[in-house]
C-alpha cells in the first residue's frame, strides 16, 4: 500500500513537470503589426572646379607660354547604403499551428525540448537554483513517444530522472525510487496533461502589438520567422513578471512554432498550490528532428512484453 501511495506521489510530481511545459507553450501566440519600410539615401558628388592659366610677363627672349594644369578632380562621396529596417508584413500569429497528441500526425516524426531554470533567494540571500529539462520524441510509423525529463531543485528532488515511453501499444514509466511502472492507468495519468499543453491564449494578451524582426532566420533547419515580445504582451492574471524579454519564431512554410525563448523576473504559478516565486526564469522551447526517424528503446529496467 506505501508503494502505491509513493507512486502516487511521483506521478502527481510527473504532472508538475508537464504543467511546467505548458507555461512554455503556451506563450506563443501573437499578431505582427505594420512596421517601417526600407531608407535610402545618396550624397551628390561635388561639382570638378578648372583652372584658368596665369598670365606671365613676355621676356626679351620669348619662352613657351607654360600649360595650365588643372587640379585633380575629387573623389565623389560614396553613396549611403540602404538601411533595412523592420518591414511591415501579413499574417496572425493567433493562427499558429501546434503540436499536441491530438494532432500529432502533422509530422511523421519530431522531437522538443523544453528547458526551465528559476534562480531564486532564500532567507539568507543565498542564491537557489531550480531547474527542469524535458525531451519529447514521436514518431508515427511504427508509432512511438518517447519523454524523459530531469528535475532539480524542485519538489525537494535533486538530479531526479523521469522517462515515459509508448512502444508496441505498451507504456512504461520510470520513476525515482520505484524503476519500472507500468500498466493503463499509469499511463492515461501520465499522458492526459499533453492534450493541453498547448492550449492558445492563455499567457499572452494585447497579442496585436508583437513585432516581427527582420530579416527572417532559419533555426534548427527550418526557415522562421522572428516575432519579439516584452511584459506589455503577458496576462497579468497568468503570470507576474517584468523585465521581460521575448523572441519565438515560427516556420515560413507551415506557421508553427519552432522555436521559443522567454527571460523575466517574477513569478509563474506552474499548477494549483506550485508556484516558482520572486526570482529570475528562463524558458526555451525548441523544435527538431522533423521527419527524421528516432531509435526508440524501453528505459532500463524496463522489459519488453
Avoid at 512554455?24 to 550624397?43: D, E
Avoid at 492515461?188 to 527572417?216: C, G, K, V
Avoid at 524558458?283 to 528503446?297: C, G, H, K, M, R
Wanted: glycine residues 8%; negative net charge.
Amino acid at each position: 500500500m506505501k508503494k502505491v501511495v509513493g507512486i502516487g506521489l511521483l506521478i502527481g510530481i510527473m504532472l508538475v513537470l508537464l504543467t511546467a511545459a505548458y507555461v512554455v507553450f503556451t506563450w506563443r501566440t501573437a499578431r505582427p503589426v505594420s512596421l517601417s519600410s526600407l531608407i535610402f539615401g545618396t550624397a551628390t558628388p561635388l561639382p570638378t572646379p578648372t583652372l584658368r592659366p596665369t598670365a606671365t610677363a613676355v621676356p626679351d627672349t620669348p619662352t613657351p607660354e607654360p600649360t595650365a594644369t588643372l587640379e585633380a578632380t575629387p573623389t565623389p562621396l560614396p553613396t549611403e547604403t540602404a538601411v533595412a529596417t523592420e518591414t511591415a508584413v501579413s499574417g496572425t500569429l493567433s493562427e499558429l499551428s501546434v503540436i499536441t497528441l491530438e494532432n500529432e500526425q502533422t509530422f511523421d516524426s519530431y522531437q522538443f525540448n523544453v528547458d526551465i531554470t528559476f534562480i531564486s533567494s532564500d532567507a539568507n540571500g543565498v542564491e537557489q537554483e531550480q531547474s527542469g529539462h524535458i525531451v519529447y520524441r514521436f514518431q508515427g510509423e511504427p508509432e512511438a513517444k518517447g519523454l524523459d525529463a530531469t528535475i532539480d531543485g524542485m519538489m525537494n528532488l535533486t538530479n531526479a530522472d523521469i522517462s515515459l515511453y509508448e512502444l508496441d501499444g505498451r507504456t512504461s514509466a520510470v520513476l525515482p525510487g520505484f524503476g519500472c511502472v507500468g500498466g493503463a492507468s499509469t499511463v492515461e495519468q501520465l499522458a492526459s496533461p499533453f492534450a493541453s499543453l498547448l492550449a492558445p491564449d492563455q499567457l499572452l494578451t494585447n497579442l496585436d502589438q508583437a513585432e516581427r524582426i527582420m530579416p527572417d532566420e532559419t533555426i534548427n533547419g527550418i526557415p522562421s520567422a522572428h516575432y519579439r515580445i516584452d511584459e506589455s504582451l503577458l496576462n497579468p492574471e497568468k503570470v507576474q513578471l517584468e523585465q521581460v524579454s521575448g523572441d519565438y519564431f515560427v516556420a515560413l512554410d507551415g506557421n508553427y512554432l519552432v522555436q521559443f525563448v522567454l527571460d523575466g523576473q517574477g513569478s509563474v504559478t506552474l499548477a494549483p498550490g506550485v508556484a516558482l516565486e520572486n526570482g529570475r526564469l528562463h524558458f526555451t522551447y525548441a523544435l527538431s528532428n522533423i521527419d527524421q526517424p528516432f531509435v526508440f528503446e524501453l528505459p532500463a529496467g524496463c522489459v519488453a512484453p
